[in-house]
């Protein structure tokens, strides 16, 4: 099962794009990135997911390397609610959620 | 609005005592999965039942116990309460099994205390 890795916080300027790294170098060839989020205390919430392509949606952008070791959530104009938790995970296998990245957008 | 219902929100309890968490799953959904979550922790994944049908396991205790019933609705049980039972408590639900993976639909928590 891969692992991921996460910076434990970071910052960001409101209105600035927030880029969130993860390293998952052990993701096999079936294996998805997935990105949750959660703010303060709520049921973690849906971001994006990929496989070995980038993609976008209406909340963010990921962006996934070609040797699929890393990859990075990008929400393009942050706002002070997008404060939270963010994780990144590999499915399927491990069930669980690392600690995630705090991100703290400021004003 | 995830779809997906938990109740109660909140939970007061004493130790010993054996308390029971409801899900309702998003409208079709088949998976149902329950985490655990304590303060300042990470989610703790404690099982997966899909159709009925229990399918993963994390790190569940011996204490705690839990269900998917036909209209798919899952219930958790915990017994022998203890201080350190005292967590916010997360179901999910996805449409699948883990494979192909499945988006998970997180609803809103209980938040147990134990006293």
Known sequence: DAKTTQPTSMDCAEGRAANLPCNHSTISGNEYVYWYRQIHSQGPQYIIHGLKN???NEMAS?????DRKSSTLILPHA???????YYCIVRPGDMRFGAGTRL???? | DSGVTQTPKHLITA????VTLRCSPRSGDLSVYWYQQ????????L???YNGEERAKGNILERFSAQQFPDLHSELNLSSLELGDSALYFCASSPRTSAPPDTQYFGPGTRLTVL
């Open chain 2, 15 to 18: 130790t010993g005592q054996r």
């Open chain 1, 104 to 107: 703290t957008v400021k004003p």
């Open chain 1, 54 to 56: 980038n993609e976008t």
């Open chain 2, 47 to 49: 099982i997966q039942y």
């Open chain 1, 62 to 66: 990921l962006i996934i390397t070609e």
């Open chain 1, 79 to 85: 706002t002070l609610r997008d404060t939270a938790v």
């Open chain 2, 38 to 45: 304590s303060l300042d922790q990470g989610l703790q994944f």
